[in-house]
């Protein structure tokens, strides 16, 4: 995004592609280092999530990079066509209806539903071009009572929800019961499987 455009200037403005109205932009996360995060949220308009997205979600990330211009009627133009939209929202997490890109997500607090906080975000795991997992840095507290090693990684459905004031990601299940899931299970004992990256 060029530096001459800021957050704050595009908050509510629609984004077109061509003649295509995608949807609204509705903020970014908010993080200490602005350079950290190269998304901003989008309220993705109906027909456009129905034709584009594999299943349709009413939120998706807006990579700030495609932001082209700033067209007269006071909406922004992006720089690329849809089908590298689509391309980029095929590039993304779902967590309750809703897509996020990496980069919203690093770094955040990761908590089981009884409020325990596992750890933060490193990075995440593909299997076949798809997102299944992402790493968490566990917490020294935890590691000692659940003999975990520093770092695990908890499957993406069972993301629940994301909060934005306190940036965390909340879980389905307890600690424990993460810890028995098959497909926690499967995650952290393929490591070595040469499809994860």
């Not at 790493?135 to 993301?159: A, D």
């Amino acid at each position: 995004m060029s530096e001459e455009y800021r957050i704050q200037e595009l908050l509510q403005r629609e984004v077109y592609v061509g003649e295509t109205l995608v949807g609204i932009i509705t903020g970014e996360r908010s993080h200490p280092r602005d350079e950290f995060v190269r998304s901003m949220r989008l309220e993705v308009v109906d027909d456009v999530a129905d034709e584009y997205m594999r299943k349709a979600a009413e939120c998706a990330p807006l990579s700030k990079e495609l932001v082209h211009s700033i067209l007269p009627n006071g909406g922004v133009k992006l720089s690329k066509s849809m089908r590298e939209l689509q391309r980029r929202w095929r590039n993304t997490i779902r967590i309750d209806e809703q897509l996020w890109a990496p980069d919203e997500l690093l770094d955040r607090a990761v908590m089981d539903n009884n409020g325990i906080d596992l750890g933060q975000v490193l990075g995440f795991v593909k299997v076949k071009r798809t997102y299944r997992g992402v790493i968490v840095q566990t917490r020294s507290v935890l590691r000692r009572k659940y003999e975990l090693p520093e770092t695990l990684i908890v499957p993406v459905k069972q993301l629940a929800r994301t909060t934005a004031f306190l940036d965390e990601l909340i879980l389905r299940c307890t600690m424990k019961r993460l810890l028995t899931l098959p497909s926690y299970l499967a995650l952290n004992d393929d490591c070595d499987d040469p499809n994860i990256q």
